[in-house]
């Protein structure tokens, strides 16, 4: 089952978790990979951010499991389209 979620859905805490994502994307911190995340990364972000670990939103979301220790956050690849530039 997918995730059909948008950025503008999520709760205030949980679009600022995108954001720090979003800000990590294009720091060159992380790699999008399709919006799909480990765990670890989800970790990592999330003690860089003051938290202890990956919220739960994310990782106790069944839909948005993508293979075991991997999950999907589809708001990401549509926040970062909406401030990127398109490519030509």
């Known amino acids: 089952m997918e995730t059909t979620m948008t950025f503008n ?13 979003a800000d990590e994307v294009v720091s060159g911190t992380i790699e999008l ?8 990364t989800l970790n990592a972000i999330a003690r860089r951010n003051g938290m202890k670990v990956a919220p739960a939103w994310i990782t106790t979301d069944p839909s948005r499991r993508a293979e075991r220790g991997s999950y999907r ?15 030509v």
């Open 9 to 21: 859905d999520l709760k205030k805490h949980q679009q600022e978790f995108i954001n720090f994502m």
């Open 33 to 40: 990979n399709d919006g799909i995340f480990a765990r670890t």
């Open 73 to 87: 956050v589809p708001e990401l690849v549509e926040r970062l389209a909406s401030v990127s530039p398109p490519t």
